[in-house]
Nanobody, 117 residues
Framework: QVQLVESGGGLVQAGGSLRLSCAPS????????MGWSRQAPGKERESVAT???????NYSDSVKGRFTISRDNAKSTVFLQMSSLKPEDTGVYYC???????????WGQGTQVTVSS
């Protein structure tokens, strides 16, 4: 069973930066899209950023201009560089990788990001 291992979460002051990483435990063939979502306490999970295999990128309006998603194709790793962090960015961040070859959408276990004011 493929596992996505996330790292980089933590506690940071408002205005600070964090970089999240997500790597699979084994090679995933036919990656179509990779992304990050987050879930704040008492709220539903929301998509934050997605990068497709053709290079297209989409950000939610709440993070546009502050977050940058990128990937390392050789390692099937996806990153999320978060800058100018705000307290409302606090939540558990999850990565996901969708494989068209396997028809599967894999999710990480989540990493906590806490932004203090």
């Amino acid at each position: 069973q493929v596992q996505l291992v996330e790292s980089g979460g933590g506690l940071v002051q408002a205005g600070g930066s964090l970089r999240l990483s997500c790597a699979p435990s084994e090679n995933i063939p036919g990656i179509y899209a990779m992304g990050w979502s987050r879930q704040a306490p008492g709220k539903e999970r929301e998509s934050v950023a997605t990068i497709w295999n053709d290079g297209r990128i989409n950000y939610s309006d709440s993070v546009k201009g502050r977050f940058t998603i990128s990937r390392d194709n050789a390692k099937s790793t996806v990153f999320l560089q978060m800058s100018s962090l705000k307290p409302e960015d606090t939540g558990v961040y999850y990565c996901n990788i969708y494989s068209w070859a396997r028809g599967a959408n894999y999710w990480g276990q989540g990493t906590q990001v806490t932004v203090s004011s």
